[in-house]
Structure formats: C-alpha cells, structure tokens
C-alpha cells in the first residue's frame, strides 16, 4: 500500500505518480492511440477532423490506462486489452462530444470544443459515429461479455447525463441525487474500463468484480475532485477552470452540503443563483463564501477519499507488484488533484 | 409479380397495399410494439417520456417490417426476429431524434418534434441511451454477426448524416454524391433491417444477399419518393409537409439534376437559394418552375422505379408465397407514395 498523509502533497510528487503510471504502460498506450487514429478514419474527412480535434487535445488517458493495468495486474498477455482500451477512449469521446453540444461548452482541455469551432450539428453526428465505431471494433473482439459490459456502461452513462439535466437548476437535489447521477455518468465507464481488462485475462468472477469496484470508486473519487476543483481547490495546475458548474447551476456535492447545512436566507440565495437567470456581481463569490462557511468543499474531498480508500482496500486480494503499486497511485493522484 | 401501370395509380388501392403487408405481420409487429415500449423503460423517467413521444407518434415501421417479413420469407418460426426488428427501430428513433436536433426541427410524423418541445440537450442524451439500449438487446440476442451488420450500418448511417450536412448548401454537390449519401443515411439500415431476418433464419449467403439488396433498393427508392415529395409530388395525402429541403438548402436529386441541366442564370439562382441566406418570396416556385422545365421531379420517380425493379428482381430467387407478395407490393406502395 501507498503511504499517504494528512497534509497536503507536492504537486510534483502528485504529477509524478501518474508520469510512473503512464511509462508503465507507455508501450501499450502508444498502440492503443495508433487504434485510435486508425479507427476514426472514414471517407468522410469531416469524421477525422472533428476526432482528431478532441484525441489531440489529449486528456489523460485515465479509462484506457485502467483497462490496460488491470488486465496486466490480472497477467493478461495477449493484444485485445488495446483495441479494447481504444472502445473506452471512443466511447468517452463520444460522450464528450455530445456533452459539450448539451452544455453549450466553449473550452475543453484548454481547446475550443468541436462545438465552438463546427457549430453543433457536426459534433452530435461525429459523436453517433465513435459510439458506433467503438461497437465495431468490440465486435471484431468477439466477446459478448465486452459487449454487454460496454452496452450497460453506455445506456447508464445515458441515463446519467439525462439525471444531469435534470438536476440542474434544481435546488431541491439531494446528496443521494447527486451520487446516483455521478455513479451512472462517471463512474459507470471508469469500472467498465477496469472490469474488462479482468475479463480479457478470463479472471475469476471474485477478481473482476474486485477490479470493478475499483474502477467505479476511482471515477467516483475522480468527480467528486473534479466538482470541488470547480469551485477553486488551492491549485489550478492542471487546468480546470473555476465556476463553470456554478453558471450552469449544476448542483454538485459541494452545493448540496451548503444547501443541507444552510439556513433560510441561504436557501433563497442558491434558488436564485440555481434556478433563475437573475445572477449578479458578486453571487460567485458569496457561493464561495457559504461554502467555505459549510466546510463544504473539505467535506467533498474527504467523501472522495473515503472512495479513494475503497478503491486500495480491491486490490487488496492482488499481489504486490508494479501495476498494483501504479494503481494505489492513481488512487492518490486522482485525489491530490483537488489540493 | 404485381403488375404495374405507367399511369398515376389509386391512392386507396396504394394504402390497401401497405394494410396488406401490416396484416400479414400483425401479431409480431404488435409484439414488437411491447418489446419498444418495454425496452425504452428507465428510473430516469424522462426518457421514456421522450422515446415515447416519438415512437407514440407512429410512423409506418418499414424498417421493422422488413426485419420480420425477411425473417418469415426465409420459413423462419423463432422469436428473435421480434427483439431484432425492435433493436432496428431503435437505431432508427435514435437517429431521427438527433436528425431533428441537427435540423433543428419542429414537426415530425405530424406532431411537434422532441427537440420542439424539450429543447436540444434531452434529445441528444435519450437518442444515445435508444441507440445503446438497442445494443443491450442485441447482445442479449447472442449473434454476433447481428451485431457486426447493425453496428457497421450505424456506423455508415452516422457517415451518411455528415456527408448530408457537407452537402447541404453546397451547389456543386453532384448526383454521385448525392447518391452516396441517401445509400449511406437511408438505404444502409433498410438493407441491414431485411439482411439480419435472412440471418436469423440461418439462410445461405446467396439468400442473404438477395434480401439485402432487396432492403438497399427499397432503402434508395424510399429516399428518392421522398425527396421528391418534398417539392409537391401531386398528392400530399400521407403527411409530408413541402418545401423543408428546399428553406434548409438540401441539394437533393430534383435539385442535382436541375442544377446540371440550368443555364449559367438559373445556377446564380440556385447559388443564391441554396448558399446564402438571400431568401425571397417567390423563390420556391421558381425553384419548382425550373425543377418542371427540367422534368426534375419525373426524372426522380423514374430514378426510384428502376431501385424499385432492382427490388423486385432480388425476390426473383424465392418462391411465390404471401410473404413474397407483401414485399412486392411494398416496392409499389414505396414508389406509389409519390403520385
């Protein structure tokens, strides 16, 4: 197990835990990226320009790397983990890209999205064709274990951002709200990313839900940091930009605390920030200021490391060895974001 | 064969046709029916709101139709051909739902569109839970050739709606082209529809290839009535409003063809009209007074007879029974609409 402490970490520690992951995996995850520029070719150029805008921004990588790492921590040695990883990474584009479309977004990974640049209509249709790409390539796999996995995965990742919607501008969400939301549109693909890399390598049934209880806490954990680096955790490195949430009047865990805990001028001021178009100078920072009040943003990490912890106790039945070490490190480093 | 006459037949003898064809699959198209709406079923209840809002709204269910009389043709007696024929109008519900947020569409099937009535972003999220759902009830069919035939048309079908984006409003888009598209955005899930009741009936190559032509050809046809009619074929008996295509510069056939037809003034008009945002009163009946000089639309419907022969003959292979029958008069019904 990774030591972690109370205080807060380096960043250059933090940044180097994913770095010692990534060159874990560098190898396969320079195929699965030549999977995914082969695979987003169509006669259609428009289809390649508008892939290539967002693959290129970059991103992490995080889903493709679980799928990769768990089938290694599972001895897997053959070559579908990558086609595999490939499905994830086109089945999140996707996903992206009709989010963007949905949230009128302007900037993704420091880029203008698709939509800002090509206007809406291209993005949903491109999105359509990674989604139904992705399908083909699990066909060509030939497993329909993966494909009811990945199917699940996307008909919930459906259902979460549909859950989104509705949530938004709605002051009456509730923490409970809010986790299944998180769970459907998040977490659901992180632990299908896992879980199949335990179902290529043909582990028992016992090892791959243990690796899909990792992945799902991880996505859990990841986007609970995610909704509490938007409302401006100490550091920015790694590019969030702060208050998108709170102008979209999403109401994300740091809100429900604040609006749980608040008292009934509170409650006014978060059902005209949330749920009406009458925002002012100065409502950003009051937020802030109730949420600092609530401890509201602390309380959101520390539920995500109480995930983070679920995530280190699954790969408890694994042995020792480097993936399992780079795993407990992504735990970290997904939570360290926020500090 | 059924015989047809050159001259413009009874609409009521044309309906009679469709009636037939629905009777003869009553009961699966009823069952069908109940796998839609259990299938579209979800916590997040707006989703079957929306699903239903549109499958309620009817349409002929062509695409089903084929998967189940193909099935029936080919002597199949099994059920997965139900679930099947569901999972095609999935596909299809899907991709309407997000045509008609690229469109940005009021009416479909006579009734205010989803997008119309719930803005854009919840039909962009239940088109992809519909098209992922579809997949879920695939996988649990168990044939992964199903699965490679309707995720390679979702695929094409998404290429389809992107070159129609590309096309429009480009008027030097050519009949190849043309063609491409409407193979790509319509003929490709009719011809997968009929193509996967040949595989269900575990039919040899040659059998599921005539069907699938059969579905292609129809697809085309289908497509070229259609457009056809969205400049007034003589009757608009059946619903179709007029003039969309022409006020969203869709270069469709009658277009293509008057365009390479017109002299050097009638492209400037056509330039203007289909380019730029200079509308005029009068501009559609020009556009229909040039699409007349040029026996645009007749040279249209003629286009579609020969795809409708090329039906027919697809059929040649399979013995004379009412399920034969029904699909040739299909061909007339699809051709039929546009008198």
Redesign the interface.
């Known amino acids: 197990m990774s030591a972690r402490t109370a205080t807060a970490p380096d960043p250059e520690v933090s940044r180097a835990r994913l770095d010692r992951l990534q060159a874990l995996v560098k190898d396969e995850l320079q195929r699965v990226n030549l999977v995914i520029v082969a695979e987003m070719q ?3 150029e ?2 390649p320009q508008l892939a290539q805008h967002l693959v290129a921004a970059g991103g992490k990588r995080i889903r493709p790397i679980l799928t990769l790492i768990s089938a290694r921590l599972c001895g897997y040695s053959g070559d579908r983990h990558v086609n595999l990883a490939a499905c994830v990474e086109f089945l999140h584009t ?2 992206l890209m ?1 989010d963007d ?2 949230d009128a977004s302007e900037l993704r990974r420091g880029r203008a999205t698709a939509n800002a640049v090509w206007g ?3 993005p ?3 999105g ?2 990674l ?3 992705a ?2 390539v ?2 060509a796999d ?1 497993s ?1 274990e993966v ?2 996995i990945l ?2 995965a ?2 919930v ?3 979460g ?3 989104q ?2 949530t938004a501008n709605d002051s009456t969400t509730t923490e409970d709200a809010y986790f299944a939301m998180i769970e459907a549109k998040t977490a659901k693909l992180f632990e299908a990313s896992s879980r199949i890399g335990a179902v290529v390598a043909d582990r028992p049934a016992a090892d791959v839900e243990a690796l899909a209880e990792y992945g799902k806490c991880i996505g859990i954990a990841f986007q609970l940091i995610d909704d509490a680096l938007d409302y401006g955790a100490e550091q920015q490195a790694l590019g969030k930009t702060v208050g998108d949430d709170f102008a979209d009047g999403k109401v994300t865990l740091p809100v429900a605390i604040a609006l749980a805990k608040g008292d009934a001028a509170e409650r006014v001021f978060w059902q005209r920030v949330l749920e009406t178009d009458d925002r002012r100078d100065g409502d950003f920072a009051e937020a802030m200021r109730l949420l600092k009040k609530h401890d509201a943003i602390n309380a959101t990490i520390r539920r995500a490391e109480v995930y983070g912890e679920r995530a280190r106790r699954a790969l408890d039945r694994f042995p020792a060895c480097p993936e399992r070490a780079a795993m407990l490190e992504l735990v970290d480093f997904c939570i360290e974001r926020a500090y």
Do not use: C, W, Y
Request: net charge negative.
């Open positions: 169509s006669p259609v428009l289809i996707a996903t009709h479309v949905v809406n209509k291209a949903v249709l491109v359509d064709f989604f139904s790409r399908f083909q699990m066909v030939g329909l494909l009811r199917s699940d996307a008909a990742i459906a259902e951002e549909v859950m919607l509705l």
